[in-house]
């Protein structure tokens, strides 16, 4: 069950560091690697929060559910793999 609780935690922050690269792409259109280095940084720290502005700026709700969805799966999982344990 852990190992199904990091895989979840893994998609959720890959939607959101996709929804920090469409942010990154519509902020900056001639990103370079400093932009890129930058947006990784904030994107790891604070990854339940970037889905946020795609869903309610641009209407793009997807980065949004998936991301909560998977981490409350996550939870889920790592919850029922300590209780069996």
């Not at 979840?8 to 370079?32: H, K, N, R, T, V």
């Not at 280095?37 to 795609?54: K, N, R």
Request: with cysteine; glycine share 8%.
């Amino acid at each position: 069950m852990r190992i199904l609780s990091y895989i979840f935690y893994s998609i959720a922050i890959l939607s959101a560091l996709a929804a920090g690269f469409e942010i990154l792409a519509q902020m900056f259109p001639d990103y370079g690697l400093f932009h890129i280095l930058v947006g990784f940084i904030g994107t790891a720290m604070f990854f339940p929060l970037i889905p946020i502005y795609p869903a309610l700026n641009d209407g793009n709700w997807i980065y949004l559910i998936v991301c909560y969805l998977s981490i409350l799966l996550g939870v889920v999982f790592s919850n029922k793999g300590r209780t069996r344990a």
